[in-house]
């Protein structure tokens, strides 16, 4: 971020040194040789040339580093952007660019106006505005800056070679201007820091081992990660092994437990927490009973194998959460009620310390999600 090439620099002297050489080859040429006026006027040429430095780089390479922060902002996708411009006569240009979604920032400047520089806001520290202070309660510098990588990055809104009072409305628009920019930092470095204490935690992946496989814990561990993807998509769902038959699909609001049962194919139960007690209940049978034949399209009943009528199952159970249950799968638990005074409502009851421990860890978890002032998890 502010960084500039030496091999640029390097040109930029020569250009100004070509400049001073045309004139000077003029006086050479229309002077009589005996007045030695060459070396004078070099020197004269070389003097006016630096003084005047700024305003030619400024007028000739500024509006390429303006067309370098358009294009190449848009190429790193930058949104609601706010731009700030400098383009003091008694300093070298620049632009600078604000992504204020993404929470980056673009820098260019005249000295490399093809150079597109960024950094992350969220890298950057002590962003100020302020200005040198002068006699007479006056100033001929007004800046914002802040720190990058243990660097001083300091960036004039207002040059002069004479002092002005801080009253006087050039000084207090350069004033306005860097404290724009400082205010507009630090609110989203504050955003960034709300977003940070509530964002969505994933579930820490563990690897799924199994203990026996077999056609069965081979079906738990693949098969209903497989037919699930899409609806572990759409409800930004997580799978947790639970053990060689059963697999958890999960979010911030709903945990569903399948199990395989190599005589009955899929039973899905649903565990949360029931007046402070983490419960779980078969769910499967009131569940299909909203199902109907779209749930069911292209679903041969007549099964000759067991792992066909499972995988069918899954299938089914895949399109009639999405279609009929999709409340269910955001948390809401209206339908619970109707589910208790229902001649399906069967609690699991499971007292395996491993199966429990999990499930705990998964509604632990959930709770934490759903916590406003949680910081870490």
């Known amino acids: 971020m502010k960084k500039y090439k030496i091999g640029f ?17 003029f006086v050479a040429v229309f002077t009589a040789p005996e007045k030695n006026l060459t070396i004078p006027a070099l020197i004269v040429f070389i003097f006016f040339a630096f003084i005047l430095h700024v305003a030619l780089t400024n007028r000739i390479l500024f509006p390429i580093a303006r067309k370098t922060m358009e294009k190449k902002s848009e190429e790193e996708g930058f949104v609601r952007t706010r731009t700030f411009y400098n383009r003091q006569s008694n300093s070298c240009a620049s632009v600078l660019a604000i992504d204020e979604v993404h929470g980056k920032i673009a820098y260019v400047s005249v000295h490399d106006p093809m ?24 100033t001929r510098y007004v800046y914002y800056q802040f720190t990058y990588k243990n660097r001083r990055i300091r960036i004039p809104t207002f040059t002069a070679r004479n002092m002005h009072f801080l ?13 724009s920019f400082r205010d507009s930092i630090q609110e989203l470095q504050k955003k960034q820091i709300e977003e940070k204490k509530t964002e969505k935690v994933p579930f820490p992946y563990t690897k799924h081992i ?10 738990t561990v693949n098969e209903i990660p497989k037919y699930m993807r ?7 769902m997580h799978f947790k092994l639970i053990n060689d038959i059963e697999m958890a699909m999960f979010n911030e609001k709903c945990c569903l437990i ?57 299938i089914i159970l895949s399109r009639g959460l999405d279609s009929k249950w999709s409340s269910l799968l955001e948390g809401d638990m209206s339908w619970f009620e109707g589910f208790k005074r229902s001649p399906w409502c069967h609690e699991h009851h499971y007292y395996i310390e491993d199966r429990n421990k999990i499930l705990d860890e998964i509604i632990t978890w ?5 916590s406003p002032d949680r910081e870490k998890i």
């Open 366 to 370: 959930q709770q934490g999600q759903r």
């Open 115 to 138: 150079e597109f520089q960024t950094c992350e806001v969220k890298d950057i520290t002590d962003v100020s505005s302020g200005y040198i202070k002068g006699p007479f309660d006056g």
């Open 167 to 179: 009253t006087a409305r050039v000084v207090q628009e350069a004033i306005t201007k860097a404290d």
């Open 258 to 314: 399948f199990g395989i049962d190599r005589d009955d194919g899929v039973i899905l139960s649903m565990t949360f927490l029931e007046n402070g007690r983490r419960v779980e209940y078969l769910v499967d049978n009131y569940l299909v009973v909203k199902f109907d034949a779209s749930d069911r399209e292209g679903i041969d009943p007549e099964w000759n194998h067991m792992s066909r009528k499972i995988r069918d199952e899954l």
């Open 230 to 236: 899409d609806l572990s998509k759409k409800y930004n």
């Open 210 to 219: 199994i203990k026996h496989p077999d056609m069965w814990s081979d079906i």
């Open 9 to 25: 620099i390097l040109i930029e002297i020569a250009v100004m040194l070509v400049i001073s050489i045309i004139p000077t080859v």
